[in-house]
Antibody
Framework: QLQLQESGPGLVKTSETLSLTCTVSGGSISSTTHYWGWIRQPPGKGLEWIGSIYYSGRTFYNAFLKSRVTVSVDTSKNQFSLNLSSVTAADTAVYYC????????????WGQGTTVTVSS | QSVLTQPPSASGTPGQRVTISCSGSSSNIGNNHGYWYQRLPGTAPKLLIYRDDQRPSGVPDRFSGSKSGTSASLAISGLRSEDEADYYCAAWDDSLSGFWVFGEGTKLTVL
């Protein structure tokens, strides 16, 4: 059974870079039919897609965050990662990693989520 | 940034049928499939409906989805207490360079 698990610091200082990793188990991140994405949910708000990556390294980003986001993949470790630079309090959120079937296919498997707080 | 509009809340009594709407535009629901997610308190979102009206294995047939034009709907029949959760719609949006959009979520209360 495929499982995704987010990991990374729960507290990041304002203006620094938020870095998270998603470890995929029970399946291969090198699947040719799936993309791997990051989604977040700020407190009291809805879900927001951050970006997604294919195993080849091709990336797709939310245009509203693109200037600050980098998503990368490490197929040898079956992991993909998120870097979000120049964070502010507005980036405080629960961050989820997820798998989706094709870029325009919905997210069918999600990690449990990790809370990241941005504070000075 | 949400471009999908959902009612913030919905409610029903056990056994009732409840419908949650999701209004979008021609660049998202109008031209792409709609998806629905259920998020129970303290848990990750779970896929309920994909490609407008398809249920993943394990999702009870009490849950059904539909789409008409630029709107999607989620119906829950035979409401149960365990259905109390937040429900989100989602769709790919073709504008800009393309991106996923979600609704703000609807909190369903089982009275």
């Amino acid at each position: 059974q495929l499982q995704l698990q987010e990991s990374g610091p729960g507290l990041v200082k304002t203006s620094e870079t938020l870095s998270l990793t998603c470890t995929v188990s029970g399946g291969s991140i090198s699947s040719t039919t799936h993309y791997w994405g990051w989604i977040r949910q700020p407190p009291g708000k809805g879900l927001e897609w951050i970006g997604s990556i294919y195993y080849s390294g091709r990336t797709f980003y939310n245009a509203f965050l693109k200037s600050r986001v980098t998503v990368s993949v490490d197929t040898s470790k079956n992991q993909f990662s998120l870097n979000l630079s120049s964070v502010t309090a507005a980036d405080t959120a629960v961050y989820y990693c997820a798998r989706h079937v094709g870029l325009v296919g919905g997210m069918d498997v999600w990690g449990q989520g990790t809370t990241v707080t941005v504070s000075s | 940034q949400s471009v999908l509009t959902q009612p913030p809340s919905a409610s029903g009594t056990p056994g009732q049928r409840v419908t949650i709407s999701c209004s979008g535009s021609s660049s998202n629901i109008g031209n792409n499939h709609g998806y629905w997610y259920q998020r129970l308190p303290g848990t990750a979102p779970k896929l309920l409906i994909y490609r407008d009206d398809q249920r993943p294995s394990g999702v009870p047939d009490r849950f059904s989805g539909s789409k008409s034009g630029t709107s999607a709907s989620l119906a829950i029949s035979g409401l149960r207490s365990e259905d109390e959760a937040d429900y989100y719609c989602a769709a790919w949006d073709d504008s800009l360079s393309g991106f996923w959009v979600f609704g703000e979520g609807t909190k369903l209360t089982v009275l």
